[in-house]
């Protein structure tokens, strides 16, 4: 059974910084390339950051390149998301999944928001 378990949210003052994490278990991760994507409120499930299997490449969603980093432990199963420059439009609930043919089942994300 896949598990997909993000953490490491919270509240932050504009211009700090988040690093998130996401445990996947169930499926072989090191054979998969994945992705953090985001929702607002309102608005449509995005992705932001996805990185191959090995983690020799790297991509992001032109609103957060230059402040977001994303990277995995393949020992440990987990894929991270370092969030730096924070900003309110970053405001949104945070979820990892494979990055193509992602699974229907989701995890419960992690909130994050973004105010003074």
């Known amino acids: 059974q896949v598990q997909l378990v993000e953490s490491g949210g919270g509240l932050v003052q504009p211009g700090g910084s988040l690093r998130l994490s996401c445990v996947a278990s169930?499926?072989?991760?090191?054979?998969?390339?994945m992705g953090w994507y985001r929702q607002a409120p309102g608005k449509e499930r995005e992705l932001v950051a996805t990185?191959?299997?090995?983690?020799?490449?790297?991509d992001y969603a032109d609103s957060v390149k230059g402040r977001f980093t994303i990277s995995r432990d393949n020992v440990k199963n987990t894929v991270y998301l370092q969030m730096n420059s924070l900003k309110p439009e970053d405001t949104a609930v945070y979820y990892c999944?494979?990055?193509?043919?992602?699974?229907?089942?989701w995890g419960q994300g992690t909130q994050v928001t973004v105010s003074s």
């Open positions: 169930g499926f072989p991760f090191s054979t998969y390339a």
């Open positions: 990185i191959t299997s090995a983690g020799g490449s790297r």
């Open positions: 999944n494979r990055r193509y043919n992602t699974f229907s089942s």
